[in-house]
């Protein structure tokens, strides 16, 4: 019990360390498209990831990661990954921070809308009932009209749905290592910003070329502490936490941009989380409920 209570607080610890360092990341890439354009920075963040990520991957083999199992669900969840941190900047150049973030949060709900339209996975009257508190979230905060829905706002929404979707393919992946994944990740990244370059190019200086590969490396070691607290702990106990991402965007919001949230926009934020959590909790009683149907026929004599 004592190893396993010592694990759990090892894994909030680092999922909290990797939500404060996607805030970082977050506040440096709104920062950044301010001046630079989505596919530059794209593209000098991924090559900054892709040169920390080499020796993990020369390590593991460069066969083994060049050729992943299941391509095509492979290649979905590169395509998804790329809009979402694609209309993430491309969203956050415009909106506040805490803003683009709330509708980011709205991902979880999302997710059990696709797991049942595309994998048909059975969602009870319970799920639906948190999904349409997180769908209303989501309405409050983008605003009381469809005509106050601008287009960053919209954009922002596109990518949390890319975002949902990224986890569904990811669904079909759970066997394919971590250093595959992150590598065709960024490596997608870098392609889609190559695609956008001629969009947009501002020649970096010195400073801002190592911010841009800063960006980059940060998020890197933000998905291996995420990863990593999965693996030290139940996702029931340390997914809440990601929550704190909302605070932290509140916090570097109005500490370096100015920028405060409405009523309306906190009111939204409050709802997503809600529904977040009570999903949470839905899916492990539903996981607790699975695992004691498949003891208990084994149990009898």
């Known amino acids: 019990m ?37 596919g530059q920075v794209l593209l000098i963040r991924s090559i900054a990831g892709l040169i920390v990520l080499a020796p993990f991957v020369i390590a593991q083999g460069w066969r083994r990661t060049l050729r992943p199992a299941r391509p095509g669900a492979q290649a979905l969840r590169v395509l998804f990954g790329c809009g979402d941190v694609a209309l993430f900047y491309a969203a956050v150049s415009h909106l506040p921070l805490a803003d683009t973030m709330t509708i980011w949060l ?122 990593r607290s999965l693996k030290l702990a139940e996702a029931s106990v340390v997914v809440p936490y990601q929550y704190t991402l909302l605070i932290w965007a509140l916090v570097f919001g109005w500490f370096v941009f100015g920028d405060w949230p409405t009523p309306a926009m906190l009111a939204g934020a409050g709802l997503i989380i809600v529904a977040g959590l009570a999903l949470l909790v839905l899916e492990r009683r539903a996981s607790s409920l699975s695992a004691k149907i498949e003891v208990t026929p084994a149990s009898v004599p």
Request: with cysteine; aromatic share 6%.
């Open 106 to 227: 709205a991902a979880p709900v999302f997710v059990v809308v696709l797991a049942a339209v595309i994998l048909r996975e059975t969602v009870d009257a319970a799920r639906w009932g948190a999904v349409v508190v997180g769908f209303a979230g989501v309405a409050v905060a983008l605003g009381p009209s469809a005509a106050s829905l601008s287009a960053p706002a919209g954009m922002a929404l596109l990518g949390s749905l890319c975002f949902s979707a990224m986890m569904i393919a990811g669904r079909q992946l759970r066997g394919t290592p971590d250093v595959t994944l992150v590598a065709w990740q960024t490596a997608g990244a870098a392609l889609i910003g190559l695609a956008l370059l001629p969009f947009g190019w501002v020649t970096p200086s010195l400073r801002d070329t190592a911010l841009l590969s800063l960006l980059g490396i940060v998020a890197m070691v933000a998905h291996l502490c995420v990863t």
């Open 2 to 38: 004592t190893a396993t209570r010592n694990a759990s607080l090892a894994g909030i610890g680092m999922m909290l360390l990797g939500i404060l360092l996607f805030s970082v990341n977050d506040v440096m890439g709104k920062w950044l498209v301010a001046t630079y354009s989505v």
